[in-house]
């Protein structure tokens, strides 16, 4: 049974620049919410995607865009990057359940350093 | 005051002590409680869920009071294995979503 993949493990960047993250989730599970998780700190969340729609978004910047994919696969895309998005990117899968039961597992993270 | 409150640590303990996390959330309408351990570098990985008042796994207890917002972590027996940072996170399905909140986490460092 798979668990959460992401790519790249690490990345760096200029400032300016453009990413783009990527995250499968869990075999079975249709809902994907990403986090960044700056050093020292919990990780804060950004985003989550269920049915190909953005469901509900944290206090990020217009910068920070996602998508979904029909596989529920989904990228984090960041615009104009700054120094201050350095940070591990965390994606978690969720599989949506009548009971609540709303536990999220994680994948290893991308490692973004910009510079 | 912040969403989810830990006491950073570090929480130096021997090897066999028996030690406990605290944790304060503000969101009186939160309705579900994990524990994470994150090793260093690493990601979180989901430790305990807490739905109603606790739940005991092992060595691990985790308890919950909805009047006083308030979740705690016990670990009994600790291992050298036991060092890592634990995350209290609240779930906020508020919005139409599942929203994870997470404290800054409680350093634990089990020694010989």
């Known amino acids: 049974d798979a668990g959460v993949t992401q790519s790249p493990t690490h990345l760096i960047k200029t400032r300016g620049q453009q990413v783009t993250l990527r995250c499968s989730p869990k075999s079975g599970h249709d809902t994907v919410s990403w986090y960044q998780q700056a050093l020292g700190q919990g990780p804060q969340f950004i985003f989550q995607?269920?049915?190909?729609?953005?469901?509900q978004r944290g206090n990020f910047p217009d910068r920070f865009s996602g998508h979904q994919f029909p596989n529920y696969s989904s990228e984090l895309n960041v615009n104009a990057l700054l120094l201050g998005d350095s940070a591990l990117y965390l994606c978690?899968?969720?599989?949506?359940?009548?009971?609540?039961?709303?536990?999220?597992?994680f994948g290893p993270g991308t490692r973004l350093t910009v510079t | 005051r912040k969403e989810v409150e830990q006491d950073p640590g570090p929480f130096n303990v021997p090897e066999g002590a028996t030690v406990a996390f605290n944790c304060t959330y503000s969101n009186s309408a939160s309705q579900s409680f994990f524990w994470y351990r994150q090793d260093c570098r690493k990601e979180p990985k989901l430790l305990m869920s807490?739905?109603?008042s606790g739940n005991e796994d092992g060595r691990f207890t985790a308890q919950l009071n909805r009047a006083s917002q308030y979740i705690s972590l016990l670990i009994r027996d600790s291992k050298l294995s036991d060092s890592a940072t634990y995350l209290c996170v609240v779930n906020d399905i508020t919005g139409g979503g599942n929203k994870l909140t997470f404290g800054t986490g409680t350093q634990l460092k089990v020694e010989l």
């Open positions: 807490v739905y109603s």
């Open positions: 978690a899968s969720s599989l949506e359940v009548a009971s609540g039961a709303y536990e999220q597992y």
């Open positions: 995607y269920y049915e190909e729609e953005e469901r």
